[in-house]
């Protein structure tokens, strides 16, 4: 299958914010006199990575875990190696699994580089968790009494870039009169809070009701997996982006993936997944139902 390795839309990590949250953030320039007014540096990536950017697939893929970078200019975040590591930082195993789904569809990949850590780009900035002060429980040092400024600065440095890229891409799409299907990619651990986590796929929707639950119903029937409706997640306004604003506000058939960590560990097993998930995708498809 060819795959086509894309550049970042910014290789030198430099762009210029253009988004300001409401509730009377200080506009843009006023933030580069604050310690929270310069997140990436120079010669660090754009948070936007891309694979397939320009193949027409009717299949759009996001990965928003994908990365556990920390810009310099945020240190360690206070966080050891090992936790920096954790699922608290990253979709573990998810970024393989989107890349080899990518190359299995020969579909737009669009992933972003960042640790979740710094700011949670399945989130809206305007909640809580988009910096989260405890992950788990884990206590995030870098992310305790963060100002507006802070977050703000967070924002318009890795949050906005990306889902900007996303949001032009799905337009530019519409504009060319392309079909377009919404596919997220996410993992979770195989524990939380100390309590285990049975599923081994997790299919999460909330208002599109086109793709999703018949993607569930088929993995139900032909394979013998732990298959999750909403689990261990569900998708809402508040706990998810992607699926709201992506997929179900521009009105697309969307659905999000959450695969187990522990069961995508290698390259070959992220390619069985791909493998599978295309074929779900193929069999829904050909029931006309989307
Ligand atoms: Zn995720």
């Given at each position: 299958?060819?795959?086509?390795?894309?550049?970042?839309?910014?290789?030198?990590?430099?762009?210029?914010?253009?988004?300001?949250?409401?509730?009377?953030?200080?506009?843009?320039?006023?933030?580069?006199?604050?310690?929270?007014?310069?997140?990436?540096?120079?010669?660090?990536?754009?948070?936007?990575?891309?694979?397939?950017?320009?193949?027409?697939?009717?299949?759009?893929?996001?990965?928003?875990?994908?990365?556990?970078?920390?810009?310099?200019?945020?240190?360690?975040?206070?966080?050891?190696?090992?936790?920096?590591?954790?699922?608290?930082?990253?979709?573990?195993?998810?970024?393989?699994?989107?890349?080899?789904?990518?190359?299995?569809?020969?579909?737009?990949?669009?992933?972003?580089?960042?640790?979740?850590?710094?700011?949670?780009?399945?989130?809206?900035?305007?909640?809580?968790?988009?910096?989260?002060e405890i992950s788990e429980a884990t206590p995030i040092p870098g992310n305790q009494d963060l100002s507006q400024a802070d977050?703000?600065?967070?924002?318009?440095?890795?949050?906005?870039p990306f889902h900007d890229a996303v949001a032009e891409a799905l337009a530019l799409r519409e504009k060319n009169g392309l079909t377009t299907k919404v596919v997220t990619i996410h993992s979770f651990t195989p524990s939380y809070l100390g309590k285990s986590r049975p599923w081994e796929i997790g299919i999460l929707y909330n208002r599109d009701l086109a793709l999703a639950p018949a993607i569930a119903e088929w993995l139900k029937a032909e394979t013998d997996l732990y298959v999750g409706v909403n689990q261990p997640y569900a998708v809402s306004d508040d706990s998810d982006y992607s699926i709201p604003v992506h997929g179900e506000k521009r009105g697309l058939p969307c659905?999000?993936?959450?695969?187990?960590?522990?069961?995508?560990?290698?390259?070959?097993?992220?390619?069985?997944?791909?493998?599978?998930?295309?074929?779900?995708?193929?069999a829904v498809e050909a029931t006309g139902s989307v």
């Open positions: 299958m060819r795959q086509q390795k894309d550049t970042s839309c910014n290789e030198t990590g430099r762009f210029v914010p253009f988004h300001t949250i409401s509730n009377g953030a200080a506009k843009v320039s006023d933030l580069q006199e604050t310690n929270g007014g310069r997140i990436l540096g120079a010669d660090e990536p754009h948070p936007l990575e891309t694979f397939n950017k320009n193949t027409q697939s009717d299949y759009f893929i996001i990965c928003e875990h994908a990365g556990r970078r920390i810009p310099a200019s945020l240190g360690t975040m206070g966080l050891s190696e090992e936790d920096r590591k954790r699922h608290i930082a990253w979709d573990i195993g998810a970024r393989s699994v989107a890349v080899a789904l990518s190359q299995a569809l020969e579909a737009p990949l669009y992933m972003q580089r960042y640790s979740r850590l710094i700011c949670d780009c399945n989130r809206h900035p305007d909640v809580l968790d988009f910096a989260p977050r703000k600065a967070r924002a318009d440095a890795i949050f906005w659905v999000e993936f959450e695969i187990r960590n522990d069961l995508i560990s290698s390259d070959e097993e992220a390619e069985k997944w791909a493998a599978l998930i295309r074929q779900a995708l193929f």
